[in-house]
């Protein structure tokens, strides 16, 4: 369970974490979404105390970070990928995190079992793939065993076969009760992985809500179309304000109207409907939400 | 048909009692320093340095050459370990901030004074290990190079030796005296050898300070340097009462007390004893990680 209450955060005169309420609860994934520069990062590093709030606070459970007894035995975290001595092997490293807080030898080789890095765990860091460190992260992350874990933008770095894995292991990792918090800027990737969402944007908090919720009000659904009379149904569609763009396989994409307002037509107009089909653009919902929000713009 | 929806059940980690404090910190800071190369490697070649140089020191010695204070002679390698002894003090912790370990070392313990204090005492301990192994061979290298040599001590040495043991010899027999090496058992000596590595140790320990002040490794040792080798060459400059006030202050000149039995330069003035100037030493170390901590509790990590 972590709980932010007001949480804020300034860098000189920028504003990068601005009144920030939400909870994150244990037995689901939760994403933490946002654009680049929304500051996610900066909220993670206020819930492990390494940043300073300059107002408000965040508890992981019902303690600030600094009161936790063993704090990586209740709170893993991967902040940064290879953030780690280049000259220090992966195994190395874990053992001194390990012997900070009375954790057994024995977990650390367990860790690197787990996450495929037991035939590396000698080898230094420094010649680690990005890939290579997000997986020493998370096992920095799984050593103490703990009840809550976050995971800043985990994917990053990591190839097809390991962005699953790392979907896998966050579900299984809230399947056992425990507290997933996960960040992410990319929409597709956080639909796949989480059951909640906590949307940020330029420091705001925009959305706090399930993802089924979140992809039911987008307002920028589609709507996929099968008939045996595309041209009338498409002319009835431009017709009512809609937009069509004829698909290869087929069909048709109807944008501007809905699923019911696309079906009633075609009764009006008497043209049967093989297909009828709501499609929800997930990219293009999370850019409607933080449209307003976006830091960083490229030209248009 | 209902299907039942199992609420997930809380995670519940294996509970133990107490919590992690400086004993663990300091066991995570042991497996740090020797878990990277760079650590053994520099110890090592700070012993080859600072005792070639003493033998360096005391080889070039020409059997005619009047020695002032051989003890210091034979640790003159000091000021070149100094150097080594920053570099490592300041790696202690820019290391952390240069490369993000930082970020773990205070996820494992939010508690920054534990963390700086874990640093302090083993850094502290293996530094007087190895700062006095390096002190005592380089001054039995060096005396055994100057006793083959059978050097000539100066009729000060003679003199000072003689004051010592409460005996008065003519002033003109105190030349014919030959003062040229130095045996622990002589007055002062072990003082000097032992203080020779302490100096060390405490320059360490600021060079620690230091770094954790600045963050940055190059930063740090830039400032390190500035201390023990700008401030001495710039109050040099100064006009001799400035100076002479100044001077005794110095890091470097406290060091050359230290690892002196007598005879000391003009340029340090009047000097502290070597125990007061150590004292001074101890306090400049602690007042400047007195501040590391202070500024590493309250900034971002």
């Known amino acids: 369970m972590i709980e932010a209450r007001g949480l804020s955060k300034r860098f000189g005169s920028v504003v990068a974490v601005d009144d920030l309420s939400f909870d994150v609860r244990p037995g689901t994934v939760t994403g933490f979404l946002g654009p680049n520069g929304s500051g996610k990062s900066t909220t993670m590093r206020m819930i492990m105390g390494l940043d300073l709030p300059a107002s408000g606070s965040v508890t992981v459970l019902g303690r600030r970070y600094h009161d936790l007894p063993w704090p990586l035995r209740e709170v893993g975290g991967l902040l940064e990928a290879k953030a780690i001595h ?21 977990r650390v080789d367990e860790v690197l079992e787990l996450v495929g890095l037991s035939a590396v765990a000698g080898k230094r860091v420094g010649k680690f793939s990005l890939g290579m460190g997000q997986r020493l992260g998370i096992a920095a992350a799984l050593l ?30 809230a399947g056992e009760g425990r507290t997933v918090f996960v960040s992410s800027h990319l929409m597709a990737e956080m639909a796949l992985t989480a059951d909640h969402l906590v949307v940020i944007g330029k420091g705001k908090l925009i959305s706090e809500t399930s993802v089924a919720d979140f992809v039911a009000r987008s307002s920028h659904q589609s709507v996929k179309v099968r008939t045996p009379a595309p041209h009338q149904l498409s002319d ?65 | 048909m209902t ?14 009692p107490g919590r992690a404090g400086l004993r663990r910190a300091m066991a995570a800071e042991w497996t740090k320093l020797w878990s990277v190369r760079s650590t053994m490697w520099t110890l090592v070649a700070t012993v080859v340095a600072v005792v070639g140089l003493c033998a360096l020191g005391t080889g070039t010695v020409s059997s005619s050459e009047i020695i002032d204070d051989p003890t210091r002679r034979s640790l003159i390698g000091i000021f070149l370990g100094q150097l080594i002894f920053g570099v490592l003090g300041v790696l202690v912790m820019s290391a952390e901030y240069g490369t993000g370990t930082i970020r773990a070392t205070l996820s494992a313990q ?30 039995a290298v060096g005396q055994a190079i100057l006793s083959a040599k059978h050097a000539v001590g100066s009729s000060a040495a003679a003199g000072h030796r003689a004051q010592q043991l409460g005996v008065k010899i003519p002033h003109n027999i105190q030349a014919f005296l030959s003062m040229g090496s130095a045996s622990l058992g002589q007055p002062d000596v072990l003082r000097a050898v032992v203080g020779a590595g302490l100096y060390l140790v405490v320059l360490g320990l600021l060079a620690l300070g230091l770094a954790t002040i600045i963050r940055h490794t190059a930063g740090a040792i830039s400032a390190f340097v500035g201390v023990v080798l700008v401030l001495p060459i710039i109050a040099q400059a100064l006009p001799t009462s400035i100076s002479n006030a100044v001077a005794r202050y110095l890091p470097a000149n406290i060091g050359l007390v230290m690892f002196s039995t007598h005879g000391l330069p003009d340029r340090i003035g009047p000097a502290f004893s070597p125990w007061a100037g150590f004292a001074i030493l101890v306090l400049y170390a602690a007042v400047i990680l007195g501040i590391g901590c202070w500024v590493l509790v309250r900034r971002d990590a």
Do not use: Q, Y
């Open chain 1, 86 to 106: 280049p000259g220090r092997s992966a195994r190395a490293h874990l053992l001194t995190l390990a012997r900070s807080n009375a954790i057994a030898r024995t």
């Open chain 1, 236 to 300: 009835a569609v431009t017709n009512a304000g809609g937009t069509v763009i004829a698909d290869p396989d087929g069909s048709m994409t109807v944008t501007g109207l809905s699923a019911s307002e696309v079906g009633d037509l075609a009764a009006s107009i008497g043209v049967s409907l093989h297909e009828l089909t709501p499609v929800a653009s997930l990219e293009d919902a999370f850019m409607e939400l933080t449209d307003e929000a976006v830091e960083f713009r490229g030209g248009s």
């Open chain 2, 3 to 16: 299907a039942v929806v199992e609420a997930p059940t809380s995670f519940e980690g294996e509970r133990i």
């Open chain 2, 110 to 139: 939010p508690r920054r004074p534990v963390v700086l204090t874990a640093k302090v005492l083993v850094f502290g301990a293996v530094a007087v290990v190895v700062s006095e192994i390096l002190s005592f061979s380089a001054f």
């Open chain 1, 144 to 173: 103490g065993d703990p009840g809550v874990l976050l995971f800043d933008e985990p994917v990053n770095g990591l190839d097809p076969e390991g962005i699953r894995w790392v979907r896998t292991l966050c579900k299984k990792l």
